[in-house]
């Protein structure tokens, strides 16, 4: 089904009310919005213009603030009472083929303080929602309950929901047979399963490919983001993968057996080695569980939050008792939580809780894991160095994985043209381009998919007046997605009023997309109808409320 977005034009223009300074409520304060720099994500970049030039019509002051990854992140997540607005990205990993992890952690109020609901947003009504389709093992009914929150989130937008991805990569076929190449529902082909499957076609056998942001950790307990999350699901294992057709399967376990709605039995698959050699044991695999749960790893503690108890059987199975029926289980626990050996964590563990910082600042020397590739370097701003694990169950046809940050996606083409990359893990400029590119060069191939994950501009909800459901309602209906489609994306880009992309067709509910219509006469009428207006051309709050926070 086509996606179709409603740009209202009213025959005669909406105004919003100009009254007098004495009957207004204080002037709205000057808004800033955050993004990444032009030159390392110029979609990002420009749709923040865009965005902020449309809220300027409101009679609101904004001001756009570029700040690269890295500081932006730790602003976003660490100080979160002290930004307004940012632009942000949920990337599209495989365990994220269950809708559980966007419609709960994103957004439940449990993970407000420290987790993912970095906005603050709190409705105890959809709390309950989700809650519920966690417990609901019947997928239509479960169904149903996805689809309510999706039109809650709608109805509240706590997120302006911008647009889900039409991800471009492009690789070398003088250098990788394109057969062996796997395109993932949802992910595209940057993805695990082609950095294992990927076959040499001739002598060169390091896959090399570029990130325009840098990696802020390599730490399993931490999910500190995307670009991170492409090295560490490459030495790390899971009990379970979500495969290529976005279905979860047994991987460091042999085998999964689902004996009732709360009873889950894991038999471990024999012979696995950690990277320094020690065997992979059941007892690392119920400290890896325990782990994320121990007050050490906010981050993923809601993955693990269900499980009552691990029981131990015999040194090859486990039993996981869960609190309540998870229908997403083995996707969004089992496929999601890392094993990490408990010969080296459990003494760091029980040091961080001695001290004020958790594992997500910590950062080992030289990462350990089971997974098919071994850490060998990581030179700061400049590349990460895996080697293939020859001895994993899955062995890498490859020799090395080598990440390349390159912050200009010029320089990036270039070097993927020049055959100083060979894989283009990131391409952030038009794609027409990249297209264009290939059909000149004739050794390079293009591959573009929707991706589960989407962009956004998230607000932050502790911060008046991101606080009113109104005032997000106005700002994000006075943007045409159709206008950041064309003009940042050039088109390769889906629009979106929904965290739950159409790449995930069961689950994506067409009707809060379609249904949604924007423009400025909508946005002031919002506004007019909430009760804000102008003095002098400047948007004022309400009634009689006061600002209470300084520019």
Known sequence: MKTIFRAVMATAAVALVTVSPALAGDQIRKLEILTRPQAAQPQEFQ????????????????????????????????????????????????????????????????????????????????????????????PEKRKELIYKAQEILATDQPNMMLVHPKSTFAFDKTVWKPESVVNQSGIGIRNTWTFMAIEPAGDKKDIILNSGDNVQAINPLYISGGVDSWVFELIYDRLARVGPDGLPKPWAAESIDVKDDKTIQVKLRPGMKWHDGKPVTVEDVKFSFEAVTSGEAPMYAPFAANIETIEIADDSTLTFKLKKPSASFVTSSLAKINLIPKHIWEP??????????????????????????????????????????????????????????????????????????????????????????AAQDGDLEVVSTVDMGFRYVAFNERRPPFNDPAFRNALSRAVDRRLIVKAAFRGFAEPSNSVVSPALGFWHDDAVVSGMTTGQDVAKKILEDAGYTLDGGKLHYPGDTKETLAN
């Open 47 to 138: 749709s923040v213009q865009l965005i902020a030039q449309e809220w300027r019509k409101l009679g609101l002051d904004v001001d756009v603030k570029v700040m690269p990854w890295e500081q932006m992140s730790d602003v976003v997540w660490y100080e979160r009472d002290k930004w307004d607005s940012t632009a942000w990205q949920m990337v599209g990993r495989p365990e994220r083929s269950d809708p559980d992890e966007i419609v709960y952690n994103l957004f439940h109020s449990s993970t407000a303080e420290k987790g993912y609901n970095f906005i603050g947003y709190i409705n105890p009504d959809y709390d309950a929602v989700v809650e519920a389709q966690r417990a609901e093992i019947d």
């Open 348 to 437: 760091v563990i029980a040091d961080l809780k001695t001290k004020e910082t958790n594992a997500e600042s910590y950062q080992e020397q030289v990462p350990i894991g089971s997974g098919p590739y071994k850490f060998e370097r990581w030179l700061t701003n400049e590349e990460i160095v895996l080697n293939a694990n020859k001895e994993h169950f899955n062995a890498p046809k490859a020799d090395r994985w080598i990440l390349r940050i390159v912050p200009n996606v010029e320089a990036a083409l270039g070097m993927l043209r020049s055959g100083e990359i060979n894989f283009m893990g990131e391409f952030s400029g038009d794609p027409q381009v990249l297209i264009d590119a």
